[in-house]
Each structure stands twice: as C-alpha cells, then as structure tokens.
C-alpha cells in the first residue's frame, strides 16, 4: 500500500482538482503498459498543463516525494516502474497538438501525443514525423523523446534526437526550461535540449515538443525476400538505397526463428516463396506512382536473384498483402505470450560487423545452453538487432542470465556498437551501462544529475541506479 501523507495529496487534489488524482483502486483501473510495477506507486496524478506540472513538481519536492513520469508505458527496460512512496504523474491528459504549419514542416506538440495522433494529423497535409514505431498507438511523443526513441526510419531521418528541433521541460526545482524554437538552424548558446532528449525522466518532466515533419511519399511498395545470409541481405539494403526509382522507406530484417513463429502463427505463405531462408528481408519503397515503385522492386530482385540465385521474394500488390507482411515483422507480442517475460537485448552493430557479431554471439549463447535459439531481428540498414531468448524470464536463473547477458554485449563497445540501441537504460540496463561506459561519461552524467536534481526525486533509480550523484 502506497503511503502519501495526506497534506501531500490534500495539495495535489488542488492543483489538478479531484478527478484528476487517484490512489488506490482507482489505479488498479488504469491500464499498466508493458509491467505491472508501473503502478506500483499506487498513486498517479494526471496534469493538463505545463503550469500544474510546474506546480506538482514543486510539490513534490518540498515535501520530498519522487515523482516518475509516464506517457504510454510502452518502455521495456523499466523506465516507468514506481513503488510505494512515490507518484506517478502520467501525460495523458497532454494530449493537444498546438500548432501544424505545412509551409515550416513542423509540428508542436503536448507531450500526451501519441505518434499514431501525430502521423494522422500530418497525413491530411501529406507530411509525417519522420520516425515509426510499431505500438505507435500508444507510444507517446514525450516517451519518444526521453528514450530517444529509434524505429523503422532511423536510417533515413534519424533518431528523436535528430527530429527534434525545440522543447518544454519542468525541471526538478519547478521552473520551466522553454525552448521551443521551430527552425533547424539555431546557434544561440548551448543546446540544452539534448540533455532531456534520452534522459528518461531523470532530470526533468517534458511537457511540449517541437518535432520536424517530413514530405508523405504518394505511394510506397513493399518486398519481402528470402535470403541466404546477412552479407546477401545487406546487399540488398545497398540495392534498396541506390533505387533507380523511389527511395528506400524501410529495411526490417527477420531471422529465421522468429520468422517462423510469425509465419506460421498467421498461416502465412506464398507461391514459390521458401520459408527455411536464414534471413528475411522486409524492404520498403516510396515514391509517386505505386506501379513504378513495384517494378523497381521486381527489377532490384532481378538483380539480386542474378548474384544469389537461392533467393525468394514477394512484392505486395495490395494494402491488405502489405499489411500481411509488416505483421510478420511487428507481431512482437507473439514472443512474449509463448514465453512470458523473455528477457530482450536491443543493441546497435556497424554494418560491417553484424554477420560476424551474429555469429559469434549465437555461437556463445548455444555453449551456454543448447536449447537456447534466440528470436533476432531488427531495422537492418542502421545495425539495430532485437535479440529475444526462447525462454520465461522467471526460468533463467541469475548465473546463467549474466553469462547470457556477457555473450550478448561482449566486445560491442569496441567493434564501435552500443548495447542500448533505443530502449534506453531505465531500471533494467543500470549494471551493463556503468559496467560498460567511459569512466569519464559516467561520472559527468552524476554531475550533470547532482546539478539539475539534487534530491535525485526525478525518476528515482533509473539510468545512474540509487548510487551516488
């Protein structure tokens, strides 16, 4: 049970009025997200404007209460779990989207917004963030931003951090840091807003968020191929990006293990297309006419089945068989059903180095345990792989889970990699990043945390963990 002095929330009910607190069994009523943990604080206060976050944050901090902020509960590195003593303070009701100007190509935004309530609202002036997400329908913009969230179009328009050009942020004194500049080139001191960009909530509470739209394309085109090994899949990547037509939208790529789980789970298959392929290939054109696009696609199969002639396609010809094979990719939930808390490893691998990473980090992870036969995949054209065990988490005792992990981000740093590719660090990547971080970094980050929240009430024990500031 939750234990807030009543003085306490006597001064939060004022602020944000009754119906916007609750505590209790009013909470069990909220949806969790990803862990249940999320709302173990059993409290949470939803603000509707920049003023009562100020405000709640000023609270909380004379009374020495740590707050933990929350947008759609989508993290998965538990970035988002509270406990008794704390409050959760989620941006739901942040939700407006401020201003849309297609001329500028920028938007801004509350932090509540989802990206799917983006993406529609820049579709009407054929414009799009420049980021995707598959739980885009709850992932928030201001989540996006303090994970600095990666997805499907990092290669070509970059992380959060590269998407946005100006913020609001309560910082953990209650002032309110507002730089919401709409325009790419500003070189007016220090630009103090990458220090909130990824910072998970631990130095301050985002509340708006200025984000770059990029031009919708007219039409796109999607390929699935089948593929003998990482170099041939990441040939066809280069393929993609040298279009003769169109440009390259996505490049997902799905082992064989976890191709297999989706596959047969939607009674997928195709007409001359073997599903035993080491790597399938998820390849997205976009451009202005939907028929070039697929022709383009047809001719980069021609050129690629002439090099690897063992290689299968299939080029959608309608949305519905489009959406068939993104849902080979995005079907994620699929593993966590089968095998409940599968621990996941999201790193980032240069290009040139993944087919070798693979194979030597499958090669470790079977001498831990023969049986284990990771699900693998991932945005291909930038390096991030999503590496998910075959197993319960609760089954895989601690031993065995730091070998695993070990096998996992063993010499990623120096091949010029990072064993946080875009889930961020929160509660559950602490150890590996003070384990594997510069020295330097690490003890810059402590004083950066020390100077912006002393008390460290902001996100307790995420990202630095409990240890000192």
């Not at 414009?127 to 969230?149: C, K, Q, V």
């Not at 990824?198 to 191929?225: C, D, M, S």
């Not at 383009?296 to 199969?301: F, H, N, V």
């Not at 988490?393 to 695993?404: F, H, L, N, S, T």
Request: overall charge negative; some cysteine.
């Amino acid at each position: 049970m939750h234990r807030l002095k009543p003085e306490f929330t006597v001064e939060i009910h004022t602020i944000v009025g009754a119906g916007n607190f609750r505590e209790g069994e009013a909470v069990a009523m909220i949806d969790y997200g990803v862990a249940p943990e999320n709302l173990d604080a059993g409290a949470v206060v939803l603000p509707g404007t920049t003023g009562e976050v100020a405000a709640i944050v000023q609270c909380c901090r004379a009374h020495g209460v740590p707050l933990v902020t929350h947008g759609g509960r989508t993290g998965l590195v538990g970035g988002g779990m509270s406990k008794s003593g704390e409050l959760v303070l989620s941006t739901a009701r942040l939700n407006r989207i401020l201003h849309l100007c297609p001329v500028e190509r920028v938007v801004v935004v509350e932090a509540g917004v989802t990206l799917q309530a983006l993406q529609v609202a820049a579709a009407e002036h054929r414009l799009e963030p420049g980021i995707d997400l598959p739980s885009r329908g709850s992932a928030t913009i201001g989540g996006m931003t303090s994970t600095n969230a990666g997805g499907i179009s990092a290669f070509r328009s970059g992380v959060m951090r590269h998407r946005i050009l100006g913020l609001e942020a309560v910082l953990a004194d209650g002032s309110v840091y507002s730089d919401l500049t709409r325009v790419v080139k500003n070189a007016a001191g220090y630009d103090l807003k990458h220090l909130f960009v990824g910072a998970e909530g631990t130095l301050g509470v985002i509340t708006r968020i200025a984000v770059k739209l990029e031009p919708q394309p007219l039409a796109t085109a999607t390929v699935l191929f089948g593929l003998a090994s990482v170099d041939a899949a990441l040939e066809t990547v280069r393929r993609g990006l040298d279009a003769e037509y169109g440009h390259l939208r996505a490049a997902e790529a799905v082992w064989h293990s976890y191709f297999r789980l989706t596959s047969s789970h939607h009674h997928w298959s195709a007409a001359d297309y073997a599903t035993d392929h080491p790597v399938n290939l998820l390849m997205t054109l976009g451009g202005a006419d939907e028929t070039a696009l697929q022709s383009e696609l047809a001719r980069i199969y021609e050129d690629v089945v002439a090099v690897h002639p063992d290689t299968s396609a299939v080029i959608a010809f309608s949305g519905a068989q489009e959406a068939d094979l993104w849902r080979l990719r995005e079907d994620t939930d699929l593993i966590y059903r089968q095998h409940p808390g599968a621990p996941s490893y999201d790193v980032s691998i240069p290009l040139s180095q993944v087919a070798s990473y693979l194979e030597r980090c499958l090669t470790d992870l079977k001498a831990i345990d023969a049986a284990l036969d990771p699900y693998v995949f991932g945005h291909l054209a930038d390096g991030n792989l999503h590496i998910v065990l075959n197993s319960t988490g609760g089954d895989i005792p601690a031993e065995k889970a730091r070998a695993v992990e070990e096998a996992i981000y063993r010499g990623i740093g120096e091949l010029g990699g990072s064993f946080s590719a875009e889930h961020g660090i929160g509660a559950k990547r602490v150890a590996p990043l003070s384990a594997l971080s510069n020295p330097a970094k690490l003890a810059l980050m402590h004083r950066i945390k020390g100077a912006l929240d002393a008390p460290a009430l902001l996100n307790p024990g995420k990202v630095l963990g409990a240890g000192r500031i």
